[in-house]
């Protein structure tokens, strides 16, 4: 229980009309430690009541249990408490120090099983700054809901087939060769692939062509699809290169081609429920009652669609898995393609649609301009990974040159930050990528969080014992108390970050942790020797616990000295 729930609690009794979540919603923060650790005004009472703000809290005062706190009084229009602050700080590091790492694990899920689409890059192009934001967002909402007992299944839904390997077939043939394609798969393939952009605009027999090339492929031809699997085994080599910097492991590799031969089934249904219309020799789904566009099904000249393997999938998912829900890791601009795989779905008499949700989320620019492959303005991640890590390289050779294990620390550090500043951004805000404010080691940034981490580190190594035990007496200054009632915050920010699917929760909460545990360092000397040593080394264990662990949730490494 942390001190907000602790205080609702409390409240609660003396006010039976209001359920245990409104009350919580009602307390507030008092601006001065005066007026206490929380306030719960009684201004929105009054109505109801027929009684004055004040006189309600003179009231619950009297109703109220005060056992559990230092006192409770009542100030003009609040209810101010008091908490028992050295009973509370033991309570809180007792706990973390026993828990370690599993402070903040719940049992909410109930070993229900997610599968979260994530990633999902296009095959014969590189990962790209755009899928990073899913990669990272998705591994993200997997550890938090791992931590409150869910079973998420990670699921990178390759683009692995469509019309755009006609046109890279077709461009292939044109001006491709094995020895370049081998030398330097991704490149040389997006190479070819933007050509074709280029020069189909004043060649448009080279789009008939395409076609015709995609056509073979989907009827098994043998030249169209061993160049397919050769371009796909390629590509998924660089792209597990890339998952391996950054730690990220996938259960599944099922992409689009996976559900070539699952589709028969869906239009099968689809036909048997009438849902399917001809349009312009299409065949369509209307979803005019959801105010939504037609879904296409199947085009004129058979070829099937992103949705009707996307339709397929969700069904394949539902069986393998029996989901409690099911995550679509997705860019907002593909806003309208779920909610049209899920109005199908909910046609096609599958309720189970309104456990899937899409998580959409803003994008990347560099220097104000969107990233798009097809004009070759990609900004490649290996690149910035490389970058990041050079940067963070530079940094601790001034700061700590004498570091053993460089490597490995700046790699920590460089990728981490890339990796933080995409997580600290609310997932539907766009931003811009600058790579140098994204390492910096101050400021709200991963390197900075991490710092804090390594500090806490440091001082545990110096003082040398462990630390077991906490005694809370020792912990009052505003600083300290502080830092303490964050750390109670934390398993309530992993339930908050999981209900709306959104880890910049955590990212902010480990920043405030961070910025407020440097103040109580910069404010106290930690390491004299008094009475009062083992409660503030505790304290300083329980920062370290709680921040490497939310660095974990969103998939940061913190190493213990930087
Ligand atoms: N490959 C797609 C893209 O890069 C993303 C796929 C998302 N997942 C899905 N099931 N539709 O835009």
Redesign the pocket.
Known sequence: MDYKQQVAAALAPALPDLTLADILAKIEQPKTSKQGDLAFPTFTLAKTMHKAPQLIAGDLVEKIDQAGFEKVVAMGPYVNFFLKKADFSADILNQIMTAGGHFGDAKLGNAGQVPI?MS???IAKPISM??LR?TVIGNSLANILRKIDYKPVKIN???DWGTQFGKLITAYKMWGSEAEVKADPINNLLKYYVRFHKEDVEHPEMDDEAREWFKKLENGDEEALALWKWFRSESLKAFKKIYQRLDIEFDSFKG?AFYNDKMDEIVDILESKNLLHESQGAEVVDLSKYDLNPALIKKSDGATL?IT??LA?ALYRKRTYDFVQSL?V??NE?TN??KQ?KAVLKEMGFDWSDEIHHIPFGLITSNGKKLSTRSGRVILLDKVLDDAVALAHQQIDQKNPDLADKDAVADAVGIGAVVFHDLKNERMNSFDFNLEEVVRFEGETGPYVQYAHARAESILRKAGSPVLAADGQALSDPAAWDTLKLLSEFPATIVRASNEYEPSIIAKYAIHLAKAFNKYYGNTKILVEDDDLTARLALVKSVSIVLKEALRLLGVKAPDEM
């Open positions: 689409d999902s890059p296009n755009g899928h899913s839904h390759l683009g689009e992103y393997r996307d999938a679509y997705v860019g593909q393609h779920f795989l």
